[in-house]
């Protein structure tokens, strides 16, 4: 790979950055928003060293007999021309032309149901319930207020929680949310099983209302993280689909 073909490729993987970080919020499928400050300056980097290096190369093509001299003496000393890079850096033209052109999509079913789900951490205590209802839940509050609230607090309760749709064979199918540390890489997802109400497609984003599945005993680890539901509401992907965070204020439309 030339030199002219080196600074092109930085500048198209920056602007494959910049894309996606800049341009649209593609960059929330496969990192936290409080990275995208980071791919912006590693674009713009990228970008300028592209810019940088195609100059000077410009510049050294305007000595040619300096350019071909120092060209014949590398040649003598090592019998090749260090100006190239190896075949393998043409490999990153791929990335730099799918995030410019084909964004790969966001993890989704097919990534949660390959995995187990994330423990939950202990919790001791648990403040009181609201009283309101539906009462806005995360799975993971949800899943530790069944296998650990010795009060039983949720027990009747109506809540509703926010996920996406993850197949399960027959016996119902999970809501899920797909938590991300830093990036796509380290992901890992909560589940709550649903039974009854309508089953969507897979990844479909939805809000489910309901309370819980009696199975195995409450505040135990015996109990099943399940919701009986009432209604599941087609919901639009929450700018924080990498969280798992209460639902948020919506435009609904479809559902049951």
Not at 29 to 56: D, F, H, Q, T
Not at 118 to 146: C, E, I, N, W, Y
Not at 206 to 219: Q, R
């Amino acid at each position: 790979m030339k030199r002219p073909f080196q600074a092109g490729l930085l500048v198209l993987c920056g602007l494959g950055l910049l894309h996606i970080s800049v341009v649209t919020d593609l960059c929330l499928r496969y990192v936290k928003e409080s990275m995208r400050p980071l791919l912006i300056a590693s674009g713009v980097v990228l970008v300028l060293l592209g810019v940088v290096g195609a100059v000077l190369d410009r510049k050294g093509r305007r000595d040619p007999e300096e350019h071909e001299h120092g060209h014949d003496e590398d040649e003598h000393a090592h019998g090749h021309d260090h100006s190239a890079m190896p075949r393998v850096a043409w490999l990153l033209l791929l990335p730099a032309v799918s995030l410019l052109f084909y964004a790969p999509p966001a993890l989704g079913a097919y990534t949660a149901a390959r995995q187990p789900a994330k423990p939950v951490a202990r919790q001791g205590a648990f403040d009181p319930l609201p009283a309101t209802s539906p009462l806005p839940m995360t799975l993971s509050d949800f899943t530790s207020r069944v296998r650990q609230d010795r009060s039983r607090a949720i027990k009747g309760r109506t809540v509703t929680m926010t996920g996406i749709v993850t197949p399960h064979g027959k016996d119902g199918w999970d809501l899920t949310r797909i938590i991300i540390n830093c990036c796509a890489a380290d992901a890992q997802s909560v589940k709550v099983r649903i039974y009854g109400g309508p089953v969507l497609a897979a990844d479909t984003w939805v809000s489910v209302t309901g309370s819980w599945h009696p199975a195995g005993t409450l505040g135990t680890g015996s109990a099943q993280v399940a919701l009986d539901a009432r209604t599941v509401t087609k919901v639009p992907r929450p700018v924080n689909g990498y969280q798992d965070a209460l639902p948020l204020p919506t435009t609904r439309s479809g559902g049951s």
